[in-house]
């Protein structure tokens, strides 16, 4: 398997940045996220306060990004991971379609989680909660469970789950008309908390209680804790120093997700630092390896 020097999740500001340092400074690197780059640079109207492109629009910013990133020939990787997991001196990460992939460094970029965890997620997690329905969907074949869908990309896996499971409940959190090609039933009431013993058994929302052997959530993006066992935070963010180093040696975070100012000029200039101090920490790695 190629061992990536580093592995950038997310396409927003700081994941770019930090993908154009490290391609110029010659390291193999892969970048997960969306051609889209980020919702919120899609959906800014004009931005007066990023120097280089005055009054830009978010649609703007990012397809000069995006001109950026092609002629560095940096690709982006369509894919959501859903867990990193620190090996020691390299890193694990699953991805949404259950394939793994292997880096030296890990950079963080994947924007911040609005919100917090629903009561009985992080009890659950993993007994009746999961995060990756094409990873564990094999193990609620012909039994039923319950979706809650962040955005409309979320609804390809809860399609499989459809030909998977003998029921599938899907709690959209956005107001666009969900579209499935199996028989999924829409629910729009609002997931409250899960409920069980040993594991999960009921997701109740404002509406009613329904009873399911898993509740999937498929958020935009995960909260940090949860997407990296073992990684230390403060609320939504994840704690860093100067050099953007977290509590995990070779795992860096920048951007929304180390906390506020939420700002694009901000995380790029994280995204840069980040990138930065994982090839120093690479250079570290190859010097103890000698
Ligand atoms: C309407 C609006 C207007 C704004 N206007 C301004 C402004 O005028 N000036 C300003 O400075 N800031 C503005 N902001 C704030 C700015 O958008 C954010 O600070 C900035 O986008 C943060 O960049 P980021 O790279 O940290 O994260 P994001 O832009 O949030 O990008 C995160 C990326 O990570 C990806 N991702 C998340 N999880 C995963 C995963 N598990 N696997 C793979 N990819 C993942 C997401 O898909 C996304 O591509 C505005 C925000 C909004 C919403």
Request: hydrophobic share 40%.
């Amino acid at each position: 398997m190629t061992r990536y020097d580093t592995a950038i999740i997310g396409t927003g500001p700081a994941g770019i940045s930090a993908a154009i340092t490290a391609k110029v400074r010659n390291k193999n690197l892969i970048l997960f996220g969306s051609k889209d780059l980020s919702t919120k640079m899609q959906v800014a109207h004009e931005i007066l306060n990023y120097p280089g492109l005055p009054a830009v629009s978010g649609k703007d910013m990012a397809a000069a990004f995006t001109r950026q990133l092609e002629q560095l020939g940096i690709e982006i990787t369509e894919e959501k991971v859903t867990a990193v997991y620190s090996m020691g001196d390299y890193f694990t990460l699953q991805k949404s379609n259950g394939e793994y992939v292997e880096a030296s460094t890990v950079i963080l970029a994947s924007g911040v989680v609005a919100g917090k965890p629903y009561p009985g997620e992080e009890q659950f997690l993993g007994r009746g909660v999961s995060y990756c329905a094409t990873c564990d969907a094999p193990l609620y074949k012909g039994k039923t469970v319950a979706v809650i869908g962040g955005a409309p990309a979320e609804e390809a896996e809860a399609d499989y789950l459809g030909e998977v499971c003998e029921k599938v409940y899907y709690f959209p959190l956005y107001k666009e008309e969900p579209k499935f090609r199996n028989a999924i039933e829409v629910v729009r009431e609002k997931p409250l908390e899960i409920l069980g013993g040993m594991k999960a058994e009921t997701l109740k929302t404002d509406g009613g209680e329904y009873e399911v052997a898993c509740v999937f959530i498929l958020r935009e993006a995960q909260f940090p804790g949860q997407l990296v066992p073992g990684l230390a935070t403060e609320g939504p963010a994840v704690k860093v120093n100067m050099q953007m180093e977290t509590n995990i040696p070779g795992l860096f975070a920048c951007g929304d997700i180390a906390g506020q100012p939420y700002q694009y000029i901000k995380a790029a200039g994280q995204g840069n630092v980040a990138a930065l101090s994982a090839v120093n920490y690479l250079a570290a790695l190859a010097r103890k390896n000698i």
